[in-house]
């Protein structure tokens, strides 16, 4: 099982990316996701989560900006970013609790950086 995250890139402030967690091998679903970034100089932070029941979460610096979502079939989380800031400027990676048969794993995948010019 890997995890890919992809979609990182250089935007100006006010413009959007979508980041991509897409989950590869055999497995049968992905119960959940967590998106979470690390800016320069900062440990590690929550962004938003997606339960098995499609409920999600988000940090309240990110609140009414971004937006979690999923595609079951392709097995991958994204991670709609819009109206970024310079502080949004960050290796973002995710987690994600997978399903393989009657055994859960979590995995994490490796980051993908987000960069943001004012």
């Known amino acids: 099982v890997q995890l890919q995250a992809s979609g990182g890139g250089l935007v100006q402030a006010g413009g959007s990316l979508r980041l991509a967690c897409s989950v590869s091998?055999?497995?049968?679903?992905?119960?959940?996701a967590d998106w979470f970034r690390q800016r320069p100089g900062k440990q590690r932070e929550f962004v938003a989560s997606?339960?098995?029941?499609?409920?999600?979460e988000y940090a309240e610096s990110v609140k009414g900006r971004f937006t979690i979502s999923r595609d079951n079939i392709r097995h991958t989380v994204y991670l709609q970013m819009d109206s970024l800031t310079p502080d949004d400027a960050a290796v973002y990676s995710c987690?994600?609790?997978?399903?393989?048969?009657?055994?859960?794993?979590?995995?994490w995948g490796q980051g993908t950086q987000v960069t943001v010019s004012s």
């Open positions: 987690n994600a609790d997978i399903q393989i048969l009657f055994r859960r794993e979590r995995h």
């Open positions: 091998g055999s497995i049968t679903r992905v119960n959940g």
């Open positions: 997606i339960s098995v029941s499609d409920t999600t």
